[in-house]
């Protein structure tokens, strides 16, 4: 299974990282 995220967020420990690390923790 391939995943791609993109973040499109500014800060680099705003809210959309957090998400997308979060994401990538459950894979």
Do not use: H, I, Q, Y
């Not at 973040?7 to 997308?20: C, F, I």
């Amino acid at each position: 299974m391939k995943v791609v995220a993109f973040n499109g967020s500014p800060r680099e420990d705003g809210n959309t990282a957090k998400l997308v690390k979060n994401v990538f923790s459950e894979l």
